[in-house]
Structures are given as structure tokens and as C-alpha cells.
């Protein structure tokens, strides 16, 4: 099999560097491509690294190494900056890089990532709250974390996808008693979501005037616990109108789940739980016989487990689901997609797992910001509710009209077609291109555009490729045999882009960052169009020219694809 430049560049550095007497591990060489290509095309930092722990001057630690590296596969090898080792690589490993590449991409990024042993993630995803519309925040982890999936996936992980549906919980009593007292049900058949939030807030209304309600929410939801006939089937019916709903926007956004154990599914889990935390003396005793974990710091309110009522609460089923993931499972990761609202409580639920020692899974809390919409119209919604099919809907209309501007060469069905996944796409794009860990911007604008970083014009760059590789008449099989002539600068750069295609995947998946790959794209792209507007790939000068374009063309392909793939994005065949 053959090995990846990147790979032997960092093989060749870690050799010349233990002859030049210094010692190192091959995980702290790193190699990344530089800003400007004048200054080579890949660069390591490593003599930096040597020389915070030796106390050698940086740009010496370089020269030493370089005098020891053998230099078979480079054009040039200099020092640059303050002490950076920059490379030129001979033309020749661009072309077998690629026809590697071309050959089998999933040999090809085989190495890289996973590695030999199998891990296994459980992902928490999605997880709206039945009887109420889904939120924008359960759009947002819905979308990051099927990436994120995806992006395991391709790194040779197992993955199983759960949707922690929120199912239980005392405010089914109330809603039982609200639609007993004042639902219709003819009405709540016809249009269910919105009728049951009416009904849930109609409750609240009445039980400020009124607290006495409460305690026949309450009552309700203890019969339902335990197995009211009435209580059950109210409430399995419930569920199955909102898992309609829920459906109907999944469906649209092309999103699975492998298991969907809601917060219900607990409900005859959690007495393990409580009886062991309790033998354990981790969960004490709190006020008037509530069931609470102290915690760590002082200054934080303890965990309540179990209520003075003997009500459990979110996180008892939150405890039984790790115990239960743990036990189905046994996952190296668990991960939870989940709003940066609820960091403190993901804090806490990790504190007393892992107190109670449920698990040797590591427990990440993948968090996200806030969803905020340059359209004043959206932002000033009542009640901050968005409905999603509504903005959905919005989406393929807009992609419609901006596919009809653009004047594209399809018939009406295929710019039906094109709108709906370019506008799916644009909303995934714009959710997964921008940084997790801070509010996330909508803007109508910016996402359905044939410029700059949006799904259309990525879109485009690809669609437009593959058609030049479907003119040639080549397949890939010819291709892969194919040989890069002497690249000028725009492609050299595309190749550059490629072999980075490897690291960026491992940073997604290190980093729970889908917008890794959206940034990679981006840059691929253009890389692509610069190349592409500059040079002709079909009528180069020669046929070896023509040849080694279309090689370089079918990685770029190969490598969008791939990327889409794995932020859950379609891509058209044509445009
Ligand atoms: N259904 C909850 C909500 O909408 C989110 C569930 C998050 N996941 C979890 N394991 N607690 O707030």
C-alpha cells in the first residue's frame, strides 16, 4: 500500500531529527501548508517544539535537522521565520498522492484516522420535546450532530445515533389534565402541536390564578406513572402525533437515527439507579427526604435526584441512560449535542456519573450557541417560536428564485429539484461552515448566493467539474493511471489543499467541529475556480496536459464529494 506524503514527510523529519540528537514523539510533528506558497508548500513548526524543550535557538535546531534529513523527495528545504522548516515536494509525489487518492479514497484516508481497533460513540442528538413544536436549538443539534456522526463514521468508528426524545416528565400531568379539562379532541387530531401548546400554556395561565391546578397536574402524572389505562393511552398519543411531526422535518433533512430511546424509556430504569447511588451513599438526603448528590464546589446548588414527592427528575433519566448506554454498548465515547444552556447541567450530570463510576466512556458535552437571525421578521416571533417547516419552506422557495436568476441550463422539474437540496443545503451549510462554540448567524443573504462561502457556489464549482470529467470520457479507473505534468502555481496549490484533506477530518472529529471541513471546502473551491478560470482543462496545449488536469480534476471530486458527504449535504448531479 502506499503511504500518504504527509505521512512520509513526517517519517523522513522524525529519522533526521534523532540523528541531529534531539528526541521526539511522531504525534508532536505536526505539518500544516503554509500561508503563501512563495514560502513553500508545507511547513513544520516542529524546531520550534524541540527548542522550548532543549533551550536551542529555533532557527539552529532547524539547520541541525535539515542537515540530517534526507532530501530525496523535496525540491527544496529551507528555514524560514523564526525557526520554521518550510518544503517544496518534487512534482512526482503530487502524482502519486493523487492517483492514490483517485484510486480509493477510502484506502486512501484508511491510516489516517481510527486506526486499526474499532472504537464506539453513542451520540445524543436532536431530542425535541414531544407536544411542543421542535425548537431552532434542536434544529441546530440535529444538523451538528448528524455530521458529527458522519464524520466518526468516516473515521472508523462505530456510531450509534440516539434521539433522547423528551417524553416524560411531570408536565405530561399537566397537559393530560389540560386536555381533559379544556381540549377538543377533533381539534387536537386536526392540528395537534399547536393545540397541545395552547392547552399546556392555557394551564399555566389558569395555575397562577389558581395553584391548586398544579397538584392535579401532578396527580395526573403519577397515574400515568403508574399505568393509568386513560393517562397511557393520552399520552402514547401524544407522542405518536409530535413523532409525525418530528418525522416530517427529518425526512426533509435526510437525517437518521439508529435507536430513539426517549426519556420514557427510563422510566423503568431508574429505581436501579437510585438504589445503587443510594447503597452507595452518594445519593444523600436532602430536604423533607429528597434524594440529592452534594456538590463539588461549595458554591454550586447540590443535584437533586429523587424529589421530597418521590418524583424523579431530568437527570435521574439522564444517570439511567448512561448506565443503560454503558451496558448496551459499552462506548469509548458518549457524546451529547446539546445547547450551551444547559453547560451547567451537563457539568454536574458528568460530576455524579462519574462519581457513581457508571462509566469508563469519555462524556462529552458538544455544545452550540445561539441561532441569531438577521431577519428582524424571524427574530421577533412571539414566544421565539420558528416553525421549521416555515423556514424550510422559505429556503427552497428563495434557492428557487435564486436558480432562475442565475439562468441555469435545466429544465423547470430540475430547478424544482436543485432548489429543494440547494435549499436544505444552504441550511445545513450555514449551521455547520460557522464555529459551534459561538451564536450562529442566519442570514438569508449570505447562505443563497453564488458567492463567496455558501452552499450555491460550492455547488457550482463541483457540479461544473464533474461535468468537464463527464465530457472527457474518462472514468476513474483510467484516470487513476493518469500522470501530473509540471503543475503551475493554481494547481499546485489544489494539490497542496488535497493532501490536507486528512488532518482536516481528524480535526473535525478531535474537535467535534463539522466547520473544519465547510472551511476546507471553501478554500478547496476556490482553489478550484482560480485554476479552473485560468486554464483549460478539456483543450490544454497537449494531451499529457489535458490528462494530468483531469487527474487533479477527479481528486478535487472526489474530495467535495466526500466533504458533502459527510456534513450531510447532497450535491446535484448537474446545474
Ligand atoms: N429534550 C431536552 C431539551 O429540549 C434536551 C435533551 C438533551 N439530552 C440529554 N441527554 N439531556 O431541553
Redesign the pocket.
Known amino acids: 500500500m502506499s503511504k500518504k506524503n504527509l505521512i512520509i514527510i513526517q517519517d523522513v523529519l522524525l529519522k533526521a531529527i534523532k540523528k541531529a540528537g534531539f528526541d521526539v514523539k511522531i504525534g508532536d510533528i505536526h505539518i500544516d501548508k503554509t500561508k503563501m506558497i512563495e514560502h513553500g508548500h508545507f511547513a513544520s513548526n516542529v524546531a520550534m517544539f524541540l527548542a522550548g524543550k532543549t533551550g536551542k535557538r529555533p532557527r539552529e535546531v532547524a539547520e541541525k535537522v535539515i542537515e540530517s534529513l534526507d532530501q530525496s523527495i523535496f525540491e527544496k528545504v529551507t528555514v524560514a521565520g523564526p525557526g520554521f522548516i518550510n518544503f517544496w515536494l518534487e512534482q512526482k509525489c503530487y502524482t502519486t498522492e493523487c492517483q492514490f487518492l483517485a484510486d480509493d479514497l477510502n484506502d486512501y484516508l484508511y491510516g489516517s484516522l481510527g486506526g486499526p481497533s474499532k472504537k464506539t460513540m453513542v451520540i ?1 442528538t436532536s ?3 414531544v407536544a411542543k413544536p421542535m ?1 431552532v ?2 434544529l441546530l443539534s440535529t444538523i451538528i450532530g448528524d455530521s458529527i456522526k458522519k464524520i466518526y463514521k468516516r473515521a472508523g468508528y462505530e456510531v450509534i445515533n440516539d434521539n ?3 417524553d416524560w416528565g411531570t408536565q405530561f400531568g399537566k397537559l393530560i389534565y389540560a386536555i381533559r379539562t379544556w381540549g377538543v379532541m377533533s381539534a387536537i387530531e386536526k392540528n395537534p402541536i399547536p393545540e397541545l401548546l395552547n392547552l399546556y400554556v392555557k394551564f399555566h395561565d389558569e395555575a397562577e390564578k389558581d395553584p391548586g391546578l398544579d397538584d392535579f397536574g401532578r396527580l395526573e402524572f403519577k397515574k400515568l406513572e403508574e399505568g393509568d389505562r386513560e393517562n397511557r393511552k393520552l399520552w402514547k398519543f401524544i407522542v405518536e402525533k409530535s413523532m409525525d411531526e418530528f418525522n416530517r422535518i427529518y425526512k426533509r433533512l435526510n437525517v437518521e437515527f439508529d435507536v430513539i430511546n426517549g426519556e420514557s424509556f427510563y422510566e423503568d430504569k431508574m429505581p436501579a439507579i437510585l438504589k445503587y447511588g443510594r447503597d452507595e451513599k452518594i445519593f444523600v438526603d436532602g430536604e423533607k427526604g429528597a434524594w440529592i448528590v452534594m456538590p463539588k464546589d461549595p458554591n454550586d446548588p447540590p443535584a437533586v435526584i429523587k424529589k421530597a414527592d418521590g418524583a424523579t427528575l ?1 437527570i435521574t433519566r ?1 444517570l439511567a ?1 448512561i448506565q443503560y448506554w454503558e451496558k448496551t454498548w459499552s462506548p469509548d465515547l458518549m457524546v ?1 449535542v ?2 450551551v444552556a ?1 453547560e451547567f447541567y451537563f457539568n454536574q450530570l458528568f460530576d455524579v456519573a462519574d462519581r457513581l463510576k457508571l462509566t469508563g466512556a469519555q462524556n462529552v458535552h458538544v455544545k452550540f450557541g445561539r441561532m441569531q437571525f438577521k431577519d428582524a421578521r424571524m427574530s421577533t416571533r412571539k414566544g421565539n417560536i420558528i416553525l421549521l417547516e416555515e423556514l424550510l419552506d422559505e429556503a427552497e422557495e428563495r434557492a428557487y428564485k435564486l436558480a432562475q436568476e442565475k439562468g441555469l441550463n435545466l429544465s423547470d422539474d430540475e430547478v424544482k429539484e436543485l432548489s429543494r437540496i440547494m435549499g436544505i443545503g444552504a441550511v445545513k451549510y450555514n449551521i455547520l461552515s460557522q464555529s459551534r462554540t459561538t451564536n450562529i448567524t442566519f442570514d438569508w443573504d449570505r447562505m443563497l448566493t453564488f458567492e463567496g462561502n455558501s452552499v450555491p457556489y460550492l455547488m457550482y464549482t463541483v457540479t461544473r467539474a464533474k461535468s468537464v470529467l463527464h465530457k472527457s470520457g474518462f472514468d476513474m479507473k483510467d484516470i487513476s493511471r493518469f500522470d501530473l505534468e509540471a503543475a503551475t502555481e493554481a494547481e499546485t496549490k489544489i494539490l497542496i489543499q488535497l493532501m490536507m484533506y486528512p488532518d482536516t477530518l481528524n480535526r473535525a472529529a478531535e474537535e467535534f467541529k463539522p466547520n473544519h471541513i465547510a472551511n476546507y471546502l471553501y478554500q478547496l473551491s476556490q482553489e478550484f475556480n482560480t485554476f479552473y478560470n485560468g486554464n483549460p482543462i478539456l483543450k490544454a496545449e497537449s494531451e499529457d496536459l489535458k490528462k494530468s488536469r483531469l487527474l487533479m480534476t477527479a481528486c478535487v471530486i472526489r474530495i467535495m464529494d466526500d466533504g458533502f458527504s459527510l456534513l450531510g449535504i447532497s450535491v446535484p448531479d448537474r446545474m
Open positions: 445524543d431530542h425535541p420535546n425548537g436549538h434542536h433522547y426524545l423528551g431530568y439522564d441512560r451529547n446539546v445547547d444547559q
